[in-house]
């Protein structure tokens, strides 16, 4: 019948939906897992990026900390080296102009050499200052030979001095590159890492929403699909309730007919017939 037409489509489109809405909600919760996922990921990593950086800004301030110290340091020593050398050619020159004379006939020669005392913090050359200042009776000669050795040493070790100072600058330039050079590579994995995750949160708010959506819509039309099994099943029932009523009736009819036709003659028997039929 039409009716019965009527419901087998309407059941077909809803049945249709729902497999859709379920097919849908398999794709949405899919694409929730994987921005879960990746937020995950992306967390971790920014939580691994930002203590990596700040060891190595940490790192970067205990060098530039030391650099300075190495750098004070060796703004003392050299000082100190430059004013023994300066001091130590001085009275060489001296002696070379007063040869054959003991120390006690060269007061500029003594003076020089208290001063140089004053300004040299090595304990061991302090002393040798010490010593040829005490002994008035000492040639220019050896002591220009003690003077000499002297300055050769100090100026060895300026040279050593510097040196060191160049390759502690050099060392430190490129370990504070190195690191400077490794933030900025972290800096711009966070910034993706940070990217990444902005995406995948929208992502997974707007893969939430249409889960919610289609869940409400399939709940809906799983209603639409129970009420509409109810009413056919209803109209079903209602419609065989109807055909056995109208069989019971032609039953009886038929019966009453044949009852008529073996008690009266023909022509009665249709008469009475055709009348109880109206």
Same mark, same amino acid.
């Given at each position: 019948?039409?009716?019965?037409?009527?419901?087998?489509?309407?059941?077909?489109?809803?049945?249709?939906? $729902? +497999?859709?809405?379920?097919?849908?909600?398999?794709?949405?919760?899919?694409?929730?897992? &994987?921005?879960?996922?990746?937020?995950?990921?992306?967390?971790?990593?920014?939580? @691994?990026?930002?203590?990596?950086?700040?060891?190595?800004?940490?790192?970067?301030?205990e060098g530039k900390k030391l650099r300075a110290a190495q750098k004070s340091d060796?703004?003392?020593?050299?000082?100190? $080296?430059?004013?023994?050398?300066?001091? $130590?050619?001085?009275?060489?020159?001296?002696?070379?102009?007063?040869?054959?004379?003991?120390?006690?006939?060269?007061?500029? =020669?003594?003076?020089?050499?208290?001063?140089?005392?004053?300004?040299?913090?090595?304990?061991?050359?302090?002393?040798?200052?010490?010593?040829?200042? *005490?002994?008035?009776? =000492?040639?220019s000669g050896s002591i220009m030979d003690t003077i000499a050795d002297m300055l050769?040493?100090?100026?060895?070790?300026?040279?050593?001095?510097?040196?060191?100072?160049?390759?502690?600058?050099?060392?430190?330039?490129?370990?504070? *590159?190195?690191?400077?050079?490794?933030?900025?590579?972290? !800096?711009?994995?966070?910034?993706?890492?940070?990217?990444?995750?902005?995406?995948? @949160?929208?992502?997974?708010?707007?893969?939430?929403?249409?889960?919610?959506?289609?869940?409400?819509?399939?709940?809906?039309?799983?209603?639409?699909?129970?009420?509409?099994?109810? @009413?056919?099943?209803?109209?079903?029932?209602?419609?065989?309730?109807?055909?056995? +009523?109208?069989? !019971?009736?032609?039953?009886?009819?038929?019966?009453?007919?044949?009852?008529?036709? &073996?008690?009266? !003659? !023909?022509?009665?028997?249709?008469?009475?017939?055709?009348?109880? $039929?109206?």
């Amino acid at each position: 019948s039409e009716y019965s037409q009527w419901c087998r489509d309407n059941s077909k489109d809803l049945n249709f939906s $729902l +497999e859709t809405s379920s097919d849908r909600l398999a794709e949405q919760e899919a694409v929730i897992f &994987k921005a879960k996922s990746d937020i995950q990921t992306a967390t971790t990593k920014i939580s @691994e990026l930002s203590g990596a950086s700040s060891d190595a800004e940490k790192e970067l301030a205990e060098g530039k900390k030391l650099r300075a110290a190495q750098k004070s340091d060796f703004t003392n020593t050299e000082k100190e $080296l430059e004013e023994t050398v300066s001091a $130590l050619t001085r009275a060489h020159g001296i002696l070379g102009r007063e040869t054959g004379k003991s120390l006690a006939q060269m007061p500029q =020669l003594k003076r020089v050499l208290i001063g140089l005392d004053s300004i040299i913090s090595a304990s061991d050359v302090s002393r040798q200052i010490t010593s040829l200042v *005490q002994d008035d009776t =000492l040639s220019s000669g050896s002591i220009m030979d003690t003077i000499a050795d002297m300055l050769d040493k100090a100026e060895a070790q300026l040279q050593a001095a510097r040196k060191k100072e160049m390759e502690s600058k050099f060392n430190h330039e490129m370990e504070a *590159q190195s690191l400077d050079n490794m933030l900025k590579c972290q !800096g711009k994995e966070m910034d993706e890492n940070k990217k990444v995750k902005a995406t995948a @949160e929208e992502t997974l708010a707007a893969a939430q929403g249409s889960v919610a959506e289609l869940k409400k819509a399939k709940s809906q039309d799983e209603q639409a699909l129970h009420q509409l099994h109810h @009413e056919c099943m209803e109209r079903a029932t209602e419609f065989e309730q109807d055909v056995k +009523e109208r069989q !019971g009736e032609l039953s009886a009819l038929a019966k009453a007919r044949e009852i008529i036709q &073996k008690t009266t !003659g !023909g022509a009665t028997s249709r008469q009475y017939a055709e009348s109880f $039929l109206q």
